[in-house]
């Protein structure tokens, strides 16, 4: 099948069409069963195997292919440029990265562009590097052989990052660590965790094979470039690589077990950690207290700090130096004393005290004024133009809220946008009257609701039309690479950051892309196609449309789209009948 007799394309002088007919599925499985079996030899501490292993997958033309599909076709980033200004690659090209990295010793790492991008909700910016495309392709080559290996290795309540995992998780393990006993709170953060990690200790812990770890010595002192003026990189791991975030994991791992083994097996504390952020949970403020010391010591090992800003003693409960509760990931958790009573030990009434978890006020404001910008840079703008902006606002937050206790807050959202929206159009026709305002912008639904709305076009989302949808957190050493592939398939069906539309195609196409069959993951990028014309005035239907990859639908050839119309026309016609 392949170029030089193994599993990757065919060198028969097509240039083209060639990317598009690659066998992605058969290369895609050669791959995970390499990776696969990194993870196995990772989890028996068998380095040697490791190793082995490692240097066979980087040496693999489909892992090749892969890599730079997913830096030319998957990113979402695939179009912004390095310093060479190539922002985009054609079929042609991507041949010929696919042949560079046939030796990547050859490759010598280029400066990274800086580029500042806001924080939300701050004024202040984050800095990004983005590496050339060649520096991605290698960087996700690497990647894929070091993943596996640190996947069996990374600490079971480490979230950020991480394939399969999310903020969501990270959320469920505090709420399992809270809902029994109240807890003081180490709630802290890394200051300038990406910028400042040191690359002595970071190389050390990999203790890789020479030749990877010259790579990433390499991309980790390649400098950066800011305009015409280049930077010297001494510490410091640029955020924008593909590699980065990984490379920031390892260096913080080890941070869980430093703090729990300092103490008893009964009053070990709880550690949860995304990214650069992480809290401690213990019953006792001594326990806390000891718990900073040695995240301190443990941090300034590997040339970080806690930002004393961001950094707070506080209680699950108990107003401590602040309000009762802390804030994590734009979630506020706090325990509650209800209105309930149950028996206590002694045979007494005792109160009922419930841990809650709300969209934290920060999270909220910073909607609101999301909100409230999208509808005035739309002052005179079409009303069909300003529900198609707000929607895509509007339906992802709530999505990402959904977990927790919500409705409230999802019910004033609702009745603040109502205000500002009446502002809007009253600012549209000062002249008229408040009814003939409604009449022109609100409809009235079977069940006797105002929704802001066209005639016949789209409406606008309501925050409480979404449901509350709690989440099951992932357990805590599986990865993706062991191998249980329909446990990480429903899980991504059943993610609250699915949306409806395409859960109800990954369970009609049993969690596989129509277009592969390879079951979805976490890291693969979605989307829907629908192959047959609309029909009845409009109307969409579920049954024309398909969930692909995002390469199978760059990809996808006129005999498939054929093959695609014939089947939905079929399941259509029968439907119909």
Same mark, same amino acid.
């Given at each position: 099948m392949g170029r030089n007799g193994n599993d990757g394309p065919p060198d028969d002088g097509r240039s083209i069409g060639d990317w598009a007919s690659v066998p992605w599925r058969k290369? #895609?499985?050669?791959?995970?069963?390499?990776?696969?079996?990194?993870?196995?030899?990772? !989890?028996?501490?068998?380095?040697?195997?490791?190793?082995?292993?490692?240097?066979?997958?980087?040496?693999? #033309? &489909?892992?090749? !292919?892969?890599?730079?599909?997913?830096?030319?076709? *998957?990113? /979402?980033?695939?179009?912004?440029?390095? %310093?060479?200004?190539?922002?985009?690659?054609?079929? *042609?090209?991507?041949?010929?990265? =696919?042949?560079?990295?046939?030796?990547?010793?050859?490759?010598?790492?280029?400066?990274?562009?800086? =580029?500042?991008?806001?924080?939300?909700? @701050?004024? $202040?910016?984050?800095?990004?590097?983005?590496p050339v495309m060649l520096d991605r392709a290698l960087q996700a080559l690497a990647k894929l052989a070091l993943e596996p290996e640190w996947e069996a290795r990374f600490e079971p309540n480490s979230y950020g990052f991480r394939p399969a995992?999310?903020?969501? *998780?990270?959320?469920?393990?505090?709420?399992? &660590?809270? !809902?029994?006993?109240?807890?003081?709170?180490?709630?802290?953060?890394?200051?300038?965790?990406?910028?400042? %990690? &040191?690359? $002595?200790?970071?190389?050390? @812990?990999?203790?890789?094979?020479?030749?990877?770890?010259?790579l990433i010595k390499g991309w980790l002192t390649a400098g950066v470039m800011e305009g015409k003026a280049l930077e010297a990189t001494w510490r410091g791991s640029p955020q924008g690589g593909v590699i980065s975030p990984l490379l920031a994991l390892i260096a913080l791992h080890g941070l869980e077990t430093a703090i729990t083994s300092s103490f008893g097996s009964r009053d070990r504390p709880q550690v949860v950690t995304y990214a650069d952020d992480f809290v401690v949970l213990h019953p006792t403020r001594a326990g806390i207290e000891k718990t900073q010391r040695i995240a301190e010591d443990w941090l300034s090992g590997i040339g970080l700090r806690l930002k004393a800003s961001k950094t707070r003693i506080a209680h699950t409960r108990l107003a401590l130096d602040g309000p009762a509760g802390?804030?994590?990931?734009?979630?506020?958790?706090?325990?509650?004393?209800?209105?309930?009573?149950?028996?206590?030990?002694?045979?007494?009434? /005792?109160?009922?005290?419930?841990?809650?978890?709300?969209?934290?006020? *920060?999270?909220?404001?910073?909607?609101?004024r999301v909100m409230r910008n999208i509808i005035r840079a739309r002052k005179t703008a079409p009303h069909e133009a300003l529900i198609s902006a707000l929607n895509p606002v509007i339906r992802g937050w709530s999505m990402y809220y959904r977990t927790v206790v919500a409705k409230k807050v999802f019910a004033s959202c609702d009745y603040r946008l109502f205000s500002t929206l009446l502002h809007w159009a009253g600012r549209r026709h000062p002249k008229k009257s408040a009814g003939w305002v409604f009449a022109k912008y609100w409809r009235r639904r079977d069940e006797g609701r105002l929704e802001f709305a066209t005639p016949d076009g789209p409406r606008l989302a309501v925050h409480a039309d979404i449901p509350i949808k709690r989440h099951v957190k992932v357990r805590g050493h599986a990865s993706p690479y062991d191998g249980k592939l329909v446990y990480w398939a429903s899980r991504l069906r059943d993610h609250p950051l699915t949306t409806s539309r395409i859960a109800i195609l990954l369970r009609r196409q049993r969690g596989k892309c129509a277009h592969c069959r390879l079951l979805f993951t976490d890291a693969d990028t979605i989307t829907v196609k629908q192959f047959v014309p609309p029909q009845w005035n409009g109307l969409t239907d579920l049954t024309r449309m398909r969930a692909l990859h995002q390469h199978c639908r760059d990809n996808i050839s006129d005999q498939a789209k054929d093959t695609y119309r014939a089947e939905v026309a079929e399941v259509f016609t029968t439907r119909t009948a």
């Open positions: 290369l #895609e499985t050669t791959v995970y069963r390499l990776q696969k079996r990194i993870f196995r030899a990772s !989890c028996r501490g068998d380095v040697a195997a490791v190793r082995s292993l490692q240097r066979l997958l980087m040496k693999s #033309e &489909a892992a090749r !292919c892969l890599a730079v599909r997913r830096v030319t076709q *998957d990113n /979402q980033g695939k179009h912004t440029a390095g %310093i060479d200004g190539v922002a985009s690659v054609s079929p *042609d090209q991507r041949w010929l990265m =696919v042949d560079r990295l046939r030796h990547p010793e050859t490759i010598k790492p280029r400066p990274v562009r800086r =580029v500042w991008i806001p924080k939300p909700g @701050k004024t $202040e910016k984050r800095p990004l590097g983005i995992r999310s903020a969501h *998780d990270a959320i469920a393990a505090i709420f399992d &660590a809270t !809902c029994k006993k109240d807890k003081y709170v180490l709630d802290a953060d890394i200051a300038g965790c990406f910028d400042n %990690i &040191a690359h $002595e200790p970071l190389l050390a @812990k990999l203790a890789t094979f020479p030749r990877l770890r010259h802390f804030e994590f990931l734009g979630f506020h958790i706090r325990r509650y004393v209800t209105t309930e009573y149950r028996p206590g030990s002694d045979g007494r009434k /005792q109160p009922v005290i419930k841990t809650l978890i709300k969209p934290s006020k *920060d999270a909220v404001k910073r909607h609101h």
